[in-house]
């Protein structure tokens, strides 16, 4: 008996030893296998590199090419022209088949190609212009970075779109023409130069120009000399515009636009341009591609209401490790002659966005991302020319929701209240309000973007959005305050309250994102 325990126990071993030896066999293939399907995996984005511009444009050409050769295939164009008239063909025996089934048939090949929005009708787009009519503050023209210019003239309870399918749809910044006679000039800029893809964190999408409105927004044409018409070069700077004003103080039609590399003018309604301040690539030969040029990559122009010009331009450059010696914040009485408040010299200075109330021009605000060191906020009198940091008391919160962050300066925003200049209010993913000026760390509460649940995760601020980009202050009633972030357009009614309320304004404001699409093989 014992013998027969000793051999049925070496017969247990025996199968154990066998079933091990199989698992073996067809564990390492499924590990092989999770292995491989983990190299699948997309490379993190090079965007937080400074020099994305010129790694953009290389991904680009990457896309183009003939994977066997390296090279884009000879005759490329008399192909797509091959293709395109192809496709009319297909278009006619679509509208063919359609008549022979009893559906209805279009006019023109063209029809096919007509949109019907299906929504949703009440949720926003990621909007950085926004704008009230100075003789109507009920008249808000709003532009989405992906759904063109939109327009209400009922403070936003209803939108209507201004920009027609063919322009250009990246609206970056738009203006008004605030003197007397003039209102019905407005100006938009075009083209995002960083952040404008959710798939490819930090892309570029390139703009082309700057629009005039003569009729207060209704309609809009582009101004021919910011134009390229060449959305798959770099070659002008007018491609990337930050923001656009215009001169109260002059009889010409001033515009100054901040636009990748500097600061331009024009005193004859856009006909022609000057750099005023900045990298010169007004004069590079019109073919050059602007990647390979070293050019300052984040400016900004601001006037205050008394006319005076504010303006900032980056150290961080197109080229990674390749600073802008010309980095820093300026002040002009004319828009011509600049000198300089604060000079970024020996500091890594992405995007500066410019404040300052509209009844005290004379106090200024200055919020900067000084990327390795931090952000910095800077008070300015320029009265007595007095620069004050207030770097130190910026928001830092207790975990990483509550904390300051402008995620590689793609949301920033900071205004002023119009009636007590030490009122900011200061946007990166959330929005911030200091009743000290941020003389303090004490007085400052968090209003919008995100928020924290009662179980301590991270949630959305009521009827509020995360990624602040603009604030207007309603002229009549300075408390009520319309803020413009990834969710679209938000409005308070008292933005000095201890928890501000907020009523969405996008009802037809149609300017969401799109993340993907596919085509229907069928005509249905």
Do not use: C
Not at 276 to 296: C, K, Q, R
Not at 415 to 435: E, K
């Amino acid at each position: 008996m014992e013998r027969l325990k000793k051999r049925l126990t070496f017969i247990n071993i025996l199968i154990g030893f066998v079933l091990l030896s199989i698992a073996f066999v067809f564990i390492p293939k499924q590990e092989e296998s999770v292995a491989e399907e983990i190299k699948l995996e997309s490379p993190e984005s090079s965007f937080y590199e400074e020099g994305n511009v010129q790694s953009r444009a290389e991904y680009e050409a990457e896309m183009l090419v003939d994977p066997q050769t390296g090279k884009i295939p000879e005759n490329i164009r008399a192909q797509e022209l091959a293709f395109a008239k192809q496709l009319q063909y297909q278009n006619e025996e679509l509208r063919n088949q359609m008549s022979r089934s009893g559906k209805s048939v279009v006019s023109s090949p063209s029809a096919l190609n007509q949109w019907t929005s299906i929504g949703p009708q009440n949720y926003g787009g990621r909007t950085r212009a926004l704008a009230l009519d100075v003789t109507d503050e009920n008249t808000i023209l709003a532009g989405g970075v992906s759904g063109g210019v939109w327009r209400s003239t009922n403070g936003g309870q209803n939108w209507t779109k201004s920009t027609t399918p063919d322009q250009i749809q990246s609206v970056t910044a738009i203006t008004q023409d605030v003197r007397a006679g003039k209102e019905n000039n407005w100006y938009y800029g075009t083209g995002e130069l960083v952040g404008n893809s959710s798939r490819a964190p930090g892309a570029p999408f390139r703009g082309d120009g700057i629009f005039k409105s003569t009729n207060g927004g209704v309609s809009w044409q582009p101004i021919a000399s910011t134009q390229k018409v060449a959305p798959s070069q770099f070659i002008s700077p007018f491609q990337y515009v930050w923001d656009i004003t215009t001169d109260p103080n002059s009889t010409d039609d001033v515009i100054l636009a901040a636009v990748y590399g500097g600061i331009v003018r024009s005193a004859d309604g856009g006909a022609t341009w000057t750099t005023v301040l900045g990298d010169n690539l007004l004069t590079v030969p019109p073919t050059t591609d602007l990647n390979e040029i070293t050019a300052i990559f984040y400016t900004d122009i601001h006037r205050a209401s008394n006319g005076v010009f504010y303006a900032s331009l980056s150290s961080v450059t197109n080229f990674s490790g390749q600073g802008s010696a010309k980095g820093g914040v300026y002040r002009s009485d004319d828009g011509i002659n600049w000198r300089r408040l604060i000079d970024w010299a020996g500091l890594a200075v992405q995007r500066t966005e410019i404040g300052s109330s509209s009844t005290d021009p004379n106090t200024v605000y200055f919020f900067a991302d000084r990327t390795i060191i931090g952000y910095g906020l800077w008070r300015y009198n320029a009265a007595t020319e007095e620069l004050t940091n207030l770097s130190q008391n910026l928001p830092d919160g207790t975990g990483e929701v509550e904390e300051l962050e402008s995620q590689e300066s793609y949301n920033m925003v900071i205004g002023i209240h119009p009636q007590n200049s030490d009122v900011v209010y200061l946007g990166g993913t959330n929005l911030y309000r200091s009743t000290d000026g941020f003389t303090s760390k004490s007085n400052t509460t968090w209003i919008g973007g995100y928020t924290v649940d009662e179980d301590g995760d991270s949630d959305i601020y009521t009827n509020h959005h995360p990624d602040q980009h603009a604030l207007a202050f309603v002229p009549s009633n300075p408390n009520r305050m319309i803020s413009a972030n990834d969710g679209g357009i938000f409005v308070t009614d008292n933005n000095l309250a201890e928890e501000v309320a907020y009523t969405p304004l996008n009802k037809g404001y149609i300017t969401t994102q799109f993340y993907t699409a596919s085509i229907s093989r069928y005509p249905q």
